[in-house]
């Protein structure tokens, strides 16, 4: 479907496009994926920024606009005397047709990496449904404070329409295996039916409702290619670009930096900003979280309701059963205690590979800031996209005007990392350090051999979250962890 305006116009509706620009083209991907086919997808030039191209300095010459561009002086990325390259920006707003075709992109770049075949992309002009073993456990807590627990899943729409009113929809449902799609378990179409898909029911539910979102996004949308490319040491886990002396478990050296921003674009002296690279590769799973974020905003954007994305760091806690793709910090200290199996897997097999963590709890202040609009920076209001019953318009914040907008503030402003820090990270074997000491000595099997879309330092910059709603981090790693050990 081709038109730029059929999710807004009188015609085609919302999921019916993304049915056919994003579903229909999974469905491609995963035909590919079962023949071994080449695919080749005739994407737009409507997958540029339009906030980008509408700042655009033009000029009537000729009875038509010519761009006014002084190459000396070009501060937007991607553009020159020819025209809009392929670094163009690619953030929304988009449109919901350019939206679809960028996750169509995204997509398909995974599918080509994950299953080995070649890819070619031309741009031409609490609800649960209780899948994880374990989860009813957490029914009774719940209803005990007060919560309505509804059994269904966000997939089926007719389960969402069932639900009560409400203000706000916060989106926590996925399947977080970042092996999910190309390993033994989930398949490829499963995954994107439980990340994506159903996040679209979501959104078309939000679209109907009037309600905000609040999207839980991942630190694994942040691009494989460039994590993996960083310059680390075994064992210590220092990012050596620059000069930046960045210890994976330890606060930067205050004077021993040669430099206090890389060359490398978002990645700080506190770890990985909203501005790192996005690009595939990412893993299914992150591509399925990127595609959800872009979707979210673009939903936001065109039917008028509010939008907040967080991209969280490893979550970490009581509650969680101990499984892998729930958090390795879980896992990891559950079963040391019941004695289960344990490896080190990849880069050399030793466990010094690094994640920060951040316990659930220090999210709930910026949730309630973000659903009471309580955000540092100024609110552009949207009024041109109103519900048809009342809706609130659409905000968005403005940084243009605001303290600190220069710094680091070109992705999209409703976009927030959330993640332990520098402060709240540690190596798998300095986590064995502190299960020795608390349960006792154990053997944990080496296995060099590296995994899929594993990688060696993740850890998150929330500089932007401090600014934007003057969060930090309460909860130390030590009071995570003997949390999760039952003290």
């Known amino acids: 479907m081709e038109v730029a305006v059929a999710e807004v116009g009188s015609g085609m509706g919302s999921y019916e496009l993304m049915d056919h620009n994003l579903i229909g083209t999974i469905r491609v991907l995963e035909h590919c994926k079962r023949t071994q086919a080449g695919f080749v997808l005739m994407s737009t030039s409507r997958v540029y920024a339009v906030t980008g191209l509408s700042n655009l300095k033009v000029e009537v010459k000729d009875g038509a606009f010519r761009l006014r561009l002084r190459l000396s002086k070009r501060e937007l990325t991607g553009i020159s005397e020819k025209g809009i390259s392929e670094s163009f920006s690619t953030e929304p707003p988009l449109s919901l047709y350019?939206?679809?075709?960028?996750?169509?992109?995204?997509?398909?770049?995974?599918?080509?990496?994950?299953?080995?075949?070649?890819?070619?992309?031309?741009?031409?002009?609490?609800?649960?449904?209780?899948?994880?073993?374990?989860?009813?456990?957490?029914?009774?807590?719940?209803?005990?404070l007060g919560i309505q627990v509804t059994e269904g899943d966000i997939r089926n729409e007719a389960d969402l329409a069932k639900m009560p009113k409400a203000d706000w929809v916060l989106d926590c449902a996925a399947e977080p295996s970042v092996l999910a799609g190309v390993g033994t378990g989930m398949g490829s179409y499963e995954l994107m039916d439980h990340n994506l898909i159903g996040t679209i029911r979501v959104l078309e539910h939000c679209k109907k409702t009037g309600a905000g979102l609040i999207l839980l996004s991942t630190s694994r949308v942040y691009s494989v290619q460039k994590l993996s490319a960083l310059n680390v040491e075994a064992g210590k886990i220092r990012i050596a670009d620059c000069g930046l002396g960045i210890e994976g478990n330890a606060k930067a050296e205050s004077g021993k930096r040669n430099a206090e921003k890389s060359e490398i674009v978002g990645l700080t002296s506190k770890g990985i900003s909203e501005e790192f690279s996005t690009e595939p590769p990412l893993s299914l799973y992150g591509a399925s979280k990127r595609c959800a974020e872009l979707l979210a905003m673009e939903y936001g954007d065109a039917f008028g309701f509010p939008v907040w994305i967080n991209r969280c760091g490893v979550l970490a806690g009581k509650g969680q059963f101990g499984k892998a793709d729930q958090g390795i910090f879980s896992f990891w200290i559950r079963s040391w205690k019941e004695n289960r199996p344990l490896r080190y897997i990849g880069f050399g097999g030793k466990g010094a590979q690094v994640r920060d963590c951040l316990h659930p709890k220090d999210l709930l202040p910026v949730l309630k800031k973000q659903m009471g609009g309580s955000v540092n920076v100024k609110v552009n209001v949207k009024e041109d996209h109103k519900a048809e019953s009342g809706r609130r318009p659409s905000f968005a914040p403005n940084l243009a005007s605001s303290e600190g907008a220069s710094e680091g503030f070109g992705v999209d402003p409703r976009i927030c990392n959330f993640g332990g820090g520098i402060q709240n990270s540690c190596s798998l074997a300095q986590l064995s350090e502190w299960c020795e000491k608390k349960f006792g000595a154990r053997k944990v099997e080496s296995d060099p051999k590296p995994r899929p879309y594993d990688l060696p330092w993740v850890v998150m910059d929330s500089s932007r979250a401090k600014k934007l709603w003057d969060w930090e981090v309460k909860t130390s790693l030590e009071q995570i962890f003997s949390e999760i050990a039952g003290d």
């Open 98 to 144: 350019g939206a679809s075709k960028r996750c169509a992109e995204v997509l398909a770049m995974e599918y080509g990496d994950a299953f080995g075949f070649p890819v070619w992309i031309n741009r031409c002009g609490v609800l649960d449904n209780f899948l994880r073993e374990g989860s009813r456990g957490n029914v009774e807590p719940l209803r005990k």
